[in-house]
């Protein structure tokens, strides 16, 4: 799941004058720039397009929404208290903003995306087995939501596991040019099964394949593999939305109709349809973008916070940043302090959050002892028009185009956040290019973050300068409060794929934080993630019509299925994107069983069932959140069972256990040679059946009949090993 930021030089580039000339200290970044590319479209080419340009966004009006839109010619599409999402004509923005009753418009760019073990490492496995085995909890009356790219609607992965019940219920897909009758903002949707199935694959299905992955991890059947997913039983609603990547697929005329508030409508759209069914929903979201600094996010928060509650919760990615340095701090007793940066590409960009005057030192080297320094002071940034500084500067007779901005930090006024883009003629760190920055001022407190790229030392140009660490990267709208957010962890090294290859892909081991995986805190100081779950080699489904436009890129392919003389692949795949929909398809699992949880009871079952593989560290951190999430552990504790001494949190591991009638039968890996207790308890904590097995057999029955309809816990004692441990089974009548 990974997003590089685009480059700042059109969101940072000098405002024009205008005839109505907006206030932009009401905008975000991404609605300044809407504004600037409105104006500089129109000036070059008025008659471009008849159809009128428009973005969708958050609205705050404080007093008569209905007439402020109209006036504007604007057309509400969601509100949620003062707060509205909005299709706004770009040539109404400027105006907008100037209206006495507006105090805020926001929109974000575009996001862009980021099993056969998973569920025996989180402990999903005893919570409903396998083929044939007892199944107390497996997302059944759930929804489980998933707002991703590259669907496959077709694979037999998201069919129930007789091949008879196809789950996935509704389908939005935004992108979608069946638009004649449809009454949405962007796209379309698909209600039934026959159309759902006709579509076949969301409009980007050919080139991405993402989303058919993510959905298998959180939801999938399995199929004919033993790849099968979380919350397998439960039902799903899909939203396709737009990256960065879809560009392809996007009308100019339409650019700005794709921001962070058309996937806030995309969230909204799962948990409507959940709500029309009177089921509980999560929300999986594999996505996510760079830090909120300038307030660009404040109106989404507040609005996931309003989305969320009882039976509704969202889920999304940490990110993959955690493998390279992106941030330095500097603190009032340095004179100076810096890095250098690195990326192959021309561009670069980097923001710094400062609480006093200060300059920033730019240096370009082919030597360590030939290079060339540019200082920009923070006075000349600010005393441009609009805080708006544009500069060609030749260093080493090559050309640098700067553009430094600067605005009040959103949660603290006090403090200045500067963003800079550069691009240049070389690629920054390859190629004999090195180049600099510095944060120079004595008392000034200062930190750097980098968008684009990464940062490190180079100690053959300047030993000096050695700012660099892989904090504060954890991506948008996982740090969201109301947001659930996934970290991923790491067990396989390697798997061998389809032709007999062994993939090495050692990304950490034994539970351990995966080493790309995001790290915290948030830019406000909040510990995130949340949570870990494996998301390092994970097998899951993947898109048919992506395997047939890209047939040779299938080396991390692991096996094929055929249904209905199609093939259908299985594919390994690394990332928080793969860890996002393991927690989302526990969730489901818990709400099926307490279809009630809110967000904050959902946080405090994993700070008080999470495992925590390092023992050296203080939970909750800024790697592990409060630890590696336990969906069986996690069930004891809502069911109140957690708290029966006589009742553990591990499983057997030699013994499978089969619902008959009334009748629970134990077959064993190996003959029973020591006695085996086996003590049954209800929900409510209470002992109500107990008996003790033996015999040299690899069968043993226990009469079950006696007992009521309902969900039980199976407590297993022997000194015969992998047979100690408890297990869920529901009596159905």
């Given at each position: 799941?990974?997003?590089?930021?685009?480059?700042?030089?059109?969101?940072?580039?000098?405002?024009?004058?205008?005839?109505?000339?907006?206030?932009?200290?009401?905008?975000?970044?991404?609605?300044?720039?809407?504004?600037?590319?409105?104006?500089?479209?129109?000036?070059?080419?008025?008659?471009?397009?008849?159809?009128?340009?428009?973005?969708?966004?958050?609205?705050?009006?404080?007093?008569?929404?209905?007439?402020?839109?109209?006036?504007?010619?604007?057309?509400?599409?969601?509100?949620?208290?003062?707060?509205?999402?909005?299709?706004?004509?770009?040539?109404?923005?400027?105006?907008?903003?100037?209206?006495?009753?507006?105090?805020?418009?926001?929109?974000?760019?575009?996001?862009?995306?980021?099993?056969?073990?998973?569920?025996?490492?989180?402990?999903?496995?005893?919570v409903y087995w396998g083929t044939g085995l007892p199944q107390a909890y497996t997302g059944k009356g759930v929804i489980v939501g998933v707002e991703d790219i590259g669907f496959d609607l077709t694979h037999p992965n998201f069919y129930d596991a007789t091949m008879e019940n196809y789950r996935i219920k509704r389908?939005?897909?935004?992108?979608?040019?069946?638009?004649?009758?449809?009454?949405?903002?962007?796209?379309?949707?698909?209600?039934?099964?026959?159309?759902?199935?006709?579509?076949?694959?969301?409009?980007?299905?050919?080139?991405?394949?993402?989303?058919?992955?993510?959905?298998?991890?959180?939801?999938?059947?399995?199929?004919?593999?033993?790849?099968?997913?979380?919350?397998?039983?439960?039902?799903?609603?899909?939203?396709?939305?737009?990256?960065?990547?879809?560009?392809?697929?996007?009308?100019?005329?339409?650019?700005?109709?794709?921001?962070?508030?058309?996937?806030?409508?995309?969230?909204?759209?799962?948990?409507?349809?959940?709500?029309?069914?009177?089921?509980?929903?999560?929300?999986?979201?594999?996505?996510?973008?760079?830090?909120?600094?300038?307030?660009?996010?404040?109106?989404?928060?507040?609005?996931?916070?309003?989305?969320?509650?009882?039976?509704?919760?969202?889920?999304?990615?940490?990110?993959?940043?955690?493998?390279?340095?992106?941030?330095?701090?500097?603190?009032?007793?340095?004179?100076?302090?810096?890095?250098?940066?690195?990326?192959?590409?021309?561009?670069?960009?980097?923001?710094?959050?400062?609480?006093?005057?200060?300059?920033?030192?730019?240096?370009?080297?082919?030597?360590?002892?030939?290079?060339?320094?540019?200082?920009?002071?923070?006075?000349?940034?600010?005393?441009?028009?609009?805080?708006?500084?544009?500069?060609?500067?030749?260093?080493?007779?090559?050309?640098?185009?700067?553009?430094?901005?600067?605005?009040?930090?959103?949660?603290?006024?006090?403090?200045?956040?500067?963003?800079?883009?550069?691009?240049?003629?070389?690629?920054?760190?390859?190629?004999?290019?090195?180049?600099?920055?510095?944060?120079?001022?004595?008392?000034?407190?200062?930190?750097?973050?980098?968008?684009?790229?990464?940062?490190?030392?180079?100690?053959?140009?300047?030993?000096?300068?050695?700012?660099?660490?892989?904090?504060?990267?954890?991506?948008?709208?996982?740090?969201?409060?109301?947001?659930?957010?996934?970290?991923?962890?790491?067990?396989?090294?390697?798997?061998?794929?389809?032709?007999?290859?062994?993939?090495?892909?050692?990304?950490?081991?034994?539970?351990?934080?995966?080493?790309?995986?995001?790290?915290?805190?948030?830019?406000?100081?909040?510990?995130?993630?949340?949570?870990?779950?494996?998301g390092t080699n994970v097998v899951s489904s993947y898109s048919s019509f992506y395997r047939e436009e890209h047939p040779t890129s299938d080396g991390w392919d692991i096996t094929y299925s055929t249904y209905q003389d199609r093939s259908y692949p299985w594919r390994i795949d690394i990332g928080t994107s793969m860890?996002?929909?393991?927690?989302?398809?526990?969730?489901?699992?818990?709400?099926?069983?307490?279809?009630?949880?809110?967000?904050?009871?959902?946080?405090?079952?994993?700070?008080?069932?999470?495992?925590?593989?390092?023992?050296?560290?203080?939970?909750?951190?800024?790697?592990?959140?409060?630890?590696?999430?336990?969906?069986?552990?996690?069930?004891?504790?809502?069911?109140?069972?957690?708290?029966?001494?006589?009742?553990?949190?591990?499983?057997?591991?030699?013994?499978?256990?089969?619902?008959?009638?009334?009748?629970?039968?134990?077959?064993?890996?190996?003959?029973?040679?020591?006695?085996?207790?086996?003590?049954?308890?209800?929900?409510?904590?209470?002992?109500?059946?107990?008996?003790?097995?033996?015999?040299?057999?690899?069968?043993?029955?226990?009469?079950?009949?006696?007992?009521?309809?309902?969900?039980?816990?199976?407590?297993?004692?022997?000194?015969?090993?992998?047979?100690?441990?408890?297990?869920?089974?529901?009596?159905?009548?």
């Open positions: 799941m990974k997003r590089i930021a685009l480059f700042l030089l059109g969101l940072l580039g000098a405002v024009m004058v205008m005839a109505q000339r907006a206030d932009y200290q009401k905008m975000s970044s991404w609605v300044r720039r809407a504004v600037k590319t409105q104006h500089t479209t129109r000036r070059q080419a008025p008659a471009l397009h008849q159809q009128t340009p428009s973005m969708c966004a958050f609205v705050r009006v404080s007093d008569d929404a209905d007439r402020v839109f109209e006036e504007h010619h604007c057309r509400k599409l969601a509100q949620f208290g003062d707060i509205y999402i909005a299709s706004i004509p770009l040539n109404q923005l400027s105006g907008l903003s100037l209206n006495r009753h507006v105090q805020r418009i926001e929109a974000g760019e575009r996001h862009t995306a980021l099993l056969d073990t998973t569920y025996i490492i989180n402990k999903v496995e005893p389908f939005w897909d935004q992108l979608s040019v069946d638009t004649l009758d449809s009454d949405l903002f962007v796209g379309a949707e698909y209600t039934t099964q026959e159309d759902i199935l006709r579509y076949a694959h969301s409009r980007d299905g050919l080139t991405q394949g993402h989303g058919t992955h993510t959905l298998g991890i959180a939801a999938g059947s399995g199929y004919d593999t033993p790849f099968r997913g979380i919350a397998y039983e439960s039902d799903i609603c899909l939203v396709s939305n737009a990256v960065t990547d879809d560009k392809e697929y996007i009308d100019s005329v339409n650019y700005y109709k794709y921001t962070s508030a058309t996937d806030a409508l995309g969230f909204k759209y799962i948990l409507d349809y959940a709500e029309s069914q009177g089921k509980p929903c999560v929300v999986s979201f594999s996505e996510g973008s760079h830090q909120d600094f300038s307030g660009d996010d404040q109106l989404l928060y507040e609005v996931l916070e309003q989305m969320v509650g009882p039976g509704r919760i969202i889920v999304a990615s940490a990110g993959n940043e955690g493998g390279s340095n992106s941030y330095f701090h500097k603190s009032p007793e340095q004179e100076s302090e810096g890095t250098f940066l690195r990326r192959y590409d021309r561009t670069y960009s980097f923001r710094v959050i400062a609480d006093k005057p200060m300059s920033l030192r730019f240096i370009s080297y082919a030597s360590a002892t030939r290079a060339d320094t540019l200082v920009v002071s923070s006075e000349r940034i600010l005393s441009a028009p609009d805080s708006l500084l544009n500069d060609t500067i030749d260093l080493l007779k090559k050309q640098h185009i700067f553009e430094i901005g600067a605005y009040p930090f959103s949660f603290d006024k006090s403090r200045m956040v500067y963003e800079v883009g550069i691009k240049s003629m070389g690629r920054f760190g390859y190629t004999g290019y090195f180049f600099s920055v510095e944060i120079v001022g004595e008392g000034v407190e200062a930190d750097f973050y980098s968008d684009t790229g990464s940062i490190r030392a180079e100690k053959d140009y300047n030993p000096a300068l050695t700012g660099g660490e892989n904090t504060h990267c954890v991506y948008s709208p996982g740090t969201a409060p109301a947001v659930i957010c996934v970290g991923a962890s790491a067990y396989r090294t390697g798997i061998v794929n389809h032709k007999g290859n062994y993939i090495n892909s050692n990304r950490g081991q034994n539970g351990e934080v995966a080493d790309y995986s995001s790290v915290g805190p948030t830019v406000d100081g909040r510990i995130k993630p949340d949570v870990l779950a494996n860890s996002t929909p393991v927690v989302s398809g526990i969730i489901a699992l818990w709400l099926q069983a307490r279809p009630d949880l809110t967000p904050d009871e959902i946080k405090d079952v994993i700070a008080q069932t999470s495992i925590r593989h390092d023992p050296t560290l203080d939970y909750p951190n800024n790697q592990y959140g409060w630890g590696e999430i336990d969906a069986y552990r996690g069930l004891l504790y809502l069911l109140g069972l957690s708290g029966i001494k006589e009742i553990t949190s591990d499983q057997p591991r030699k013994v499978q256990v089969i619902l008959q009638d009334d009748c629970m039968r134990l077959c064993f890996n190996e003959p029973l040679r020591q006695a085996l207790n086996v003590a049954i308890y209800g929900v409510g904590g209470s002992l109500v059946s107990r008996r003790q097995l033996t015999g040299g057999t690899a069968e043993q029955q226990v009469d079950i009949s006696v007992l009521p309809a309902g969900v039980y816990a199976v407590q297993l004692h022997s000194q015969q090993p992998g047979l100690t441990g408890s297990f869920l089974i529901r009596k159905s009548h």
